[in-house]
């Protein structure tokens, strides 16, 4: 059965830092694209962080550009994504996502039209003082 599961998502104040993983099980995650998503209530989904095995690209949305990364580990079939330098904004609830890449699509199409066909359920992350 494929499956993804989130963790990590809590409450931090401003300016702190939070790593979600996701655990993948019934497929191998090191052959797949893999991206992150979030949605805050009242607006749409978007693609945070995405990775195309395609064109072995990372892409990031200019929202989080150089405060989020995305990272996989082969080994714990696990994907990552680290968030720094948090403000209220990054507030919603955040999705991993896995594909195995078979239509040849690049990691910033992945993101911004969020063609995965493996979803977690999401975990939530709030920034707040």
């Known amino acids: 059965q494929v499956q993804l599961v989130e963790s990590g998502g809590d409450l931090v104040r401003p300016g702190g830092s939070l790593r979600l993983s996701c655990k993948a099980s019934?497929?191998?995650?090191?052959?797949?694209?893999f991206g992150w998503f979030r949605q805050a209530p009242g607006k749409e989904r978007e693609g945070v962080g995405c990775?195309?095995?395609?064109?072995?690209?990372?892409y990031y949305a200019d929202s989080v550009k150089g405060r989020f990364t995305i990272s996989r580990d082969n080994d714990k079939n696990e994907i990552y994504l680290q968030m720094n330098n948090l403000n209220p904004e990054d507030t919603a609830v955040y999705y991993c996502?896995?594909?195995?890449?078979?239509?040849?699509?690049?990691?910033?199409?992945?993101?911004?039209?969020?063609?995965?066909?493996?979803w977690g359920r999401g975990t939530q992350v709030t920034v707040s003082s």
């Open positions: 996502a896995a594909d195995p890449g078979l239509k040849a699509t690049a990691a910033q199409a992945y993101c911004e039209r969020g063609t995965f066909g493996n």
């Open positions: 019934g497929f191998t995650l090191m052959y797949y694209a």
């Open positions: 990775f195309g095995n395609w064109d072995a690209a990372t």
